[in-house]
Antibody, heavy 121, light 108 residues
Framework: EVQLLESGGGLVQPGGSLRLSCTASEFTFSNYAMTWVRQAPGKGLEWVSAISGRSDNIYYGDSVKGRFRISRDNSKNTLYLQMNSLRAEDTAVYYC??????????????WGQGTMVTVSS | SYVLTQPPSVSVAPGKTARITCGGNDVGDKSVHWYQQRPGQAPVLVIYYDSGRPSGIPERFSGSNSGNTATLTIYRVEAGDEADYYCQVWDSDSDHLVFGGGTLLTVL
């Protein structure tokens, strides 16, 4: 079964760092773009970042640009999100999602279950 | 930055038709995708590229996109369709992905 499994969430103090991982299974990981989407408690979906299959195209949402870094290791079928200078407003469930193709105009057909990040002192 | 506008809520009786709109400047020139999110669950893709339907999604789900409005139509609504629905596009002018604010579908 095609699956995504996030890990790495938790409680972190403001200004701290955290690295999320998303491990993929049962599809050729390198053929697909991937993305991170977050959802603050009780709020809607917010796009965080996206990366093409070979990491040659990377994009960030305005609220995280300069603080977060997306990367992938195709040999390990794993997507990462390095989050630095964390703020209270970064508190959210973070989802990784697979794009249907390597084109970021395409839809997200597979989502992970999400990992909670809480930024608080 | 590009903005997608959805009504906060839509209510419909079982067996009737629900229409959820997604407004944006010339959104008809973009490809719109729709996601369903039930409480406590991850989103699920229900419509891609305006009107495509993934395998496993009932034919009751339909999409259209023209001018400044994209629409998700759910025919013969069932209690299990009660969820939040989000539209999404890729804005090539800003190289940003954009979600609408979401619409809560309530089945009366």
């Amino acid at each position: 079964e095609v699956q995504l499994l996030e890990s790495g969430g938790g409680l972190v103090q403001p200004g701290g760092s955290l690295r999320l991982s998303c491990t993929a299974s049962e599809f050729t990981f390198s053929n697909y773009a991937m993305t991170w989407v977050r959802q603050a408690p009780g709020k809607g979906l917010e796009w965080v970042s996206a990366i093409s299959g070979r990491s040659d195209n990377i994009y960030y949402g305005d609220s995280v640009k300069g603080r977060f870094r997306i990367s992938r290791d195709n040999s390990k079928n794993t997507l990462y999100l390095q989050m630095n200078s964390l703020r209270a407003e970064d508190t959210a469930v973070y989802y990784c999602a697979k794009v249907r193709s390597n084109f970021l105009t395409d839809a997200f057909d597979i989502w992970g279950q999400g990992t909670m990040v809480t930024v608080s002192s | 930055s590009y903005v997608l506008t959805q009504p906060p809520s839509v209510s419909v009786a079982p067996g009737k038709t629900a229409r959820i709109t997604c407004g944006g400047n010339d959104v008809g020139d973009k490809s719109v995708h729709w996601y369903q999110q039930r409480p406590g669950q991850a989103p699920v893709l229900v419509i891609y590229y305006d009107s495509g339907r993934p395998s496993g999604i009932p034919e009751r789900f339909s999409g259209s996109n023209s001018g400044n409005t994209a629409t998700l139509t759910i025919y013969r609504v069932e209690a299990g369709d009660e969820a939040d629905y989000y539209c999404q596009v890729w804005d090539s002018d800003s190289d940003h992905l954009v979600f609408g604010g979401g619409t809560l579908l309530t089945v009366l």
